[in-house]
């Protein structure tokens, strides 16, 4: 918090001066580079506008070698700024070269200058917003606020289109049949697979497929296609499960089954 | 030494003497706001500063908020600042909502004006479900039906028939003017539809009403 | 029936006159009592009735409470009723724990109310250090920072800006007054200057350093 303060420092004694110019190596305590500028100028008993530049690039610059004998390692930023420091320096301290180009050191100080005093405005300014009255801590909003009922109107409608279709609705429900698969000619692989374990224990030898059809099953075509289908493909089943064996001599001749001798 | 005698002389007058009874009211008037309960007069004593009379301070406070839009009231044993009961309305927001009519009110209301007039029995003949009393009563509530003559059978039951305003609504200039059943059909709003076989049937003899053009009576 | 004709009667009326601005203040006086979030002068006319004119009530209903326990705050474009601050004593029940707040959070907190709107960026180049995430996502968590519109720079960054729960939680009127807003403005220290880590890059490549006042925010 008293890095919030505004500087009060401006009184400090010589040897103090010197001592904090010196010792504070602790750079843990600083966020970022400006922060460790800020805090040096304030060794400076002037305020931020005449503030030396080339004596905090100075003290900076010592702080930083100080830093290093000592082996602690900086951050990357703080080593950027010790450059850039150490060139300000130098254009400060040699006559201006009139052939380059750029700010002069001069500009460039005082642009240093200038975001040292803005950061220090700026906490400042977070510090007298931190002082002013806080809701909840200050000043307080409302204990029993009343909860704003609602109140619902309902109005129903309906279209033409609502109303036509209502009453088709009614009008042909007597039509309406949902829908189903028609499973009167659906000879199913499951009721194929049934009917052929319980026979093929009796046929001791080759027996041709199409025998196995049920006998309500062979006269009308679409039924007794579906039998023969699901007879073929639960004869493939069993054939699978190792209890039966199929043959064929040829392509289009029946289709034999007989019970595996083993099983 | 004399100045130290005067300043102890303050704090002790502050501790024996109560603020300005103004003061006081102020502090009524907030703590009456923040808390989140209503107070009672001890509780109000205990948090002040010593010396105060919340009662007396209540008093000025309550006739300070008379006729206002907020007034300090007694719930029990206890204060509290509340809406003056003239502007509760002020706390309600009214909410217009439009809901579609339900199913069942929308199948009567169809059979009402395709069949009126109609009684309650033949409704639930044609629905082949009862109606229940709420769902004619909306429909009449909406004037979107009216009691018609009652029917000449035994009993006389009364019977249903639409109103203008149902006409209105539906742009209607009368209930003659509803589409039949196969005009229904023939513009798509049969929502079931028939088994197969009929299905072709019906297209077939729907052929004509198709190229009547009835169509646009469904883009209301 | 003869109610609902009542009852179109009044809303007619209050259709074509506004009641007295006295009564407006009550009404406004009983909904800023009644909740505890600051409410648009918008919000205040919708709750009214048809031609009231919340604006000019509060004018008068702020007068009427200055100086007493409780006040009639102007946050934003909204308002609200807050206890007197030197009654805070008072409240110890009702003291909210406040978080404590990082000194990071409240620095950037600070930029972001004087500066505002702010990128990331410009946080960084004026407190010398990068912003770390947690810092503003704790930050727009507490609603007091919200994102602003895109700066037009290359790149479109995102921009900061102080939301209305920050104005309500330190008692601003707008962040027009934010305590030593004139005098930082007035000594230049608002305007946004190229950083010293931008000049070194800008030696190399004499890049443009786009200046954009910042003020315009806070005359809106």
Redesign the interface.
Known sequence: MTQLDSPKNETLEVGERLATEALIVDVDGFEGPLDLLLSLSRTQKVDLLKISVLDLARQYLAFIDRAKELRIELAADYLVMAAWLAFLKSRLLLPPDPTEEGLSGAELAARLAFQLERLQAMRNAAAQLMARDQKGRDFFIRGIPEKLEMVRHVTYTATLLDLMQGYSRIRTKDEFRPFVMDRNNVFTMEEALTKMRGMIGFAGDWTDLASYLPEDWRKDPARRRAATAANFAASLELAKAGQIELRQSGTFEPIELRRRCDW | MNETENQENISDQSLFEAPPISEQ???????L??????MTVKALNE??PHGCDAAEALVNLRKRFA????NVMKIGNAW?????SD?SF????????????S?A???T???I??HQPVTRADIEE???VSVSRGTVD?LIE?EWIRFGRRKLTPGRPVTFVVTQNFLDH???ESARD??G?KE??AAG???????IG?FISALDEDEEIVNEGQSEL?E?
């Open positions: 009211e102020r502090m009524i008037e907030a703590i706001f923040a808390t989140a309960e209503p948090r002040m006729g206002r839009g907020v509290a600042i509340r809406t003056a502007l002020l706390m309600q927001k009214e909410l217009l909502e439009t809901r579609k009519l199913r009110a929308i199948e209301l169809a059979i004006a395709y044609i629905r082949g909306q909406m539906f742009g209607l509803l589409p059943l229904l059909r709003l049969l929502e079931s539809q028939p088994a009929q469904f209301g």
